[in-house]
Protein backbone atom coordinates (compact mmCIF):
# COMPACT_ATOMS: atom_id res chain seq x y z
CA UNK A 1 0.00 0.00 0.00
CA UNK A 2 1.13 4.04 -0.71
CA UNK A 3 -0.37 6.39 1.46
CA UNK A 4 -0.69 9.86 -0.47
CA UNK A 5 -1.32 13.18 1.65
CA UNK A 6 -1.64 16.09 -0.06
CA UNK A 7 -1.53 20.07 1.61
CA UNK A 8 -1.40 24.03 1.17
CA UNK A 9 -5.24 24.19 -0.82
CA UNK A 10 -7.19 27.43 0.26
CA UNK A 11 -8.63 30.29 -0.96
CA UNK A 12 -7.32 32.95 -3.33
CA UNK A 13 -8.04 36.25 -5.57
CA UNK A 14 -7.86 36.25 -9.00
CA UNK A 15 -3.95 36.76 -10.43
CA UNK A 16 -2.58 34.88 -7.16
CA UNK A 17 -1.04 32.45 -5.89
CA UNK A 18 -1.13 29.04 -3.84
CA UNK A 19 1.44 26.16 -3.82
CA UNK A 20 0.79 23.01 -3.03
CA UNK A 21 2.55 19.80 -1.96
CA UNK A 22 2.15 15.75 -1.86
CA UNK A 23 3.60 13.12 -0.07
CA UNK A 24 3.84 9.28 -0.69
CA UNK A 25 5.11 7.06 1.66
CA UNK A 26 4.60 3.17 2.60
CA UNK A 27 5.63 0.31 -0.50
CA UNK A 28 7.36 2.86 -2.99
CA UNK A 29 8.67 1.39 -6.02
CA UNK A 30 12.03 2.75 -7.27
CA UNK A 31 10.35 3.97 -10.81
CA UNK A 32 7.32 6.02 -10.16
CA UNK A 33 4.90 8.90 -11.67
CA UNK A 34 3.67 11.93 -9.53
CA UNK A 35 0.67 13.62 -11.11
CA UNK A 36 -1.55 15.92 -10.07
CA UNK A 37 -5.87 16.05 -11.06
CA UNK A 38 -8.50 18.29 -10.66
CA UNK A 39 -12.20 18.39 -10.34
CA UNK A 40 -15.35 20.35 -10.16
CA UNK A 41 -18.46 18.85 -8.40
CA UNK A 42 -20.41 17.08 -11.48
CA UNK A 43 -17.43 16.85 -13.75
CA UNK A 44 -14.93 14.51 -14.28
CA UNK A 45 -11.36 14.51 -13.19
CA UNK A 46 -8.89 16.50 -15.52
CA UNK A 47 -5.31 15.77 -16.02
CA UNK A 48 -3.10 19.32 -14.74
CA UNK A 49 0.36 17.82 -14.60
CA UNK A 50 2.68 14.88 -13.96
CA UNK A 51 6.84 14.26 -13.48
CA UNK A 52 8.43 11.30 -13.63
CA UNK A 53 11.46 9.90 -11.91
CA UNK A 54 13.40 11.52 -14.77
CA UNK A 55 12.04 14.81 -14.10
CA UNK A 56 10.17 14.45 -17.22
CA UNK A 57 7.29 16.93 -16.92
CA UNK A 58 3.82 17.43 -18.57
CA UNK A 59 1.14 19.86 -18.61
CA UNK A 60 -2.64 20.54 -19.48
CA UNK A 61 -2.73 23.12 -21.87
CA UNK A 62 -4.75 25.42 -19.72
CA UNK A 63 -2.22 25.43 -16.65
CA UNK A 64 0.83 25.58 -19.21
CA UNK A 65 3.11 28.60 -18.57
CA UNK A 66 1.52 29.51 -14.83
CA UNK A 67 1.82 25.96 -13.01
CA UNK A 68 5.22 24.33 -12.13
CA UNK A 69 5.62 21.04 -11.11
CA UNK A 70 8.47 19.96 -9.13
CA UNK A 71 9.42 16.81 -7.46
CA UNK A 72 11.96 15.96 -4.44
CA UNK A 73 12.68 11.93 -5.20
CA UNK A 74 14.08 11.93 -1.82
CA UNK A 75 11.25 13.01 0.23
CA UNK A 76 9.20 10.75 -2.48
CA UNK A 77 6.92 14.41 -2.71
CA UNK A 78 5.59 16.50 -5.34
CA UNK A 79 4.79 20.62 -5.13
CA UNK A 80 2.44 22.38 -7.49
CA UNK A 81 3.11 26.34 -7.98
CA UNK A 82 0.15 27.90 -8.95
CA UNK A 83 0.52 31.02 -10.09
CA UNK A 84 -1.75 33.66 -12.14
CA UNK A 85 -4.74 31.77 -10.52
CA UNK A 86 -8.19 31.95 -12.17
CA UNK A 87 -11.75 31.29 -10.82
CA UNK A 88 -11.47 28.02 -13.62
CA UNK A 89 -8.99 26.99 -11.58
CA UNK A 90 -11.37 26.31 -8.92
CA UNK A 91 -11.46 22.89 -7.96
CA UNK A 92 -10.68 19.80 -5.85
CA UNK A 93 -7.00 18.92 -6.44
CA UNK A 94 -6.02 15.12 -6.02
CA UNK A 95 -2.26 14.05 -5.92
CA UNK A 96 -2.00 10.78 -8.08
CA UNK A 97 1.07 8.10 -7.51
CA UNK A 98 1.77 5.82 -10.58
CA UNK A 99 3.67 2.73 -11.13
CA UNK A 100 1.82 -0.50 -11.66
CA UNK A 101 -0.86 0.53 -9.61
CA UNK A 102 -2.48 3.93 -9.03
CA UNK A 103 -3.07 5.81 -5.56
CA UNK A 104 -5.08 8.59 -5.36
CA UNK A 105 -4.51 11.08 -2.25
CA UNK A 106 -8.02 12.97 -0.55
CA UNK A 107 -7.75 16.17 -2.10
CA UNK A 108 -7.59 19.66 -1.05
CA UNK A 109 -9.69 22.33 -2.02
CA UNK A 110 -8.52 25.50 -4.33
CA UNK A 111 -10.73 28.30 -4.25
CA UNK A 112 -10.12 31.24 -6.49
CA UNK A 113 -12.86 34.51 -6.22
CA UNK A 114 -12.86 37.81 -5.58
Known amino acids: QVQVVESGGGAVQPGGSLRLSCAASGDIFNVYVLAWYRQVPGEQRDFVAS???????RYADSVKGRFTISRDNAKSAVTLQMNSLAPEDTAVYYC????????WGQGTQVTVSS
Open 51 to 57: VTNQGTT
Open 96 to 103: KYTDWRNY
